[in-house]
């Protein structure tokens, strides 16, 4: 459990600009989540269509296997060329890494009597594919599903020992659900940088549960 994924693809449509290159306060918001999960992890592997952008980043960063098949395609990549039997998987765009959330799905996996797929949260009935863990045991899987054309994180799980974390447990360390806070659109970034410039509490941030 000591490599942290962050998924830095897509075509950020309604952000209007590449989501993996925003900036906050001169550094990179991608920097600004590494940087987060330095403390826990001892390597980080970002997926990235465009790496030829990062010839000074210090992190490992990997392509897509699997073109035009979305987080799955990420996900795919970065658990193929981890060295980590489970591995943390956020997103670009969610600037709150909770480190004792983290933990806590950490010693879910230890305590576990049996070996596990994946640890994901739950908002309601939808799934939350990222700030969760998945297990390489999952690659196999995710190339069959790739084959048959399912691009849908959901179908990785369907059938696979997973331990899904109810809502009403996650709100207990993010009462207002800012660790699964994506910025999806301009004023998504203007309400978090309103947070962190403001020094208020994350909860004044719009939320954007992932569907």
Not at 110 to 125: C, H, L, N, Y
């Amino acid at each position: 459990m000591d490599t942290a994924i962050i998924l830095a693809g897509g075509k950020s449509k309604r952000m209007g600009l590449d989501k993996q290159f925003l900036m906050v306060d001169d550094q990179w918001m991608l920097e600004h989540i590494a940087e987060q999960l330095k403390p826990l992890f001892k390597k980080i592997i970002i997926v990235s269509n465009k790496p030829e952008q990062y010839q000074d980043c210090p992190y490992r960063v990997v392509q897509d296997q699997f073109k035009d098949f979305g987080p799955v395609a990420g996900i795919h990549a970065g658990l193929k060329y981890s060295s980590s039997r489970y591995n943390y998987i956020i997103a670009c765009d969610m600037p709150f890494v909770n480190i004792p959330y983290i933990q806590y799905m950490q010693k879910i996996i230890r305590d576990s009597p049996q070996e596990i797929d994946a640890v994901i949260t739950k908002f309601g009935e939808w799934l939350e594919p990222f700030n969760a863990f998945y297990s390489k045991s999952l690659i196999r899987k995710i190339e069959k599903n790739i084959e048959q054309g399912k691009r849908r994180v959901a179908f990785i799980l369907e059938g696979s020992n997973v331990i899904y974390i109810e809502e009403k447990k996650a709100r207990v360390f993010s009462p207002g659900w800012e660790m699964f806070m994506n910025l999806n659109t301009p004023e998504d970034l203007e309400s978090y940088l309103a947070c962190i410039d403001g020094g208020k509490s994350y909860g004044c941030c719009k939320q954007t549960p992932h569907p």
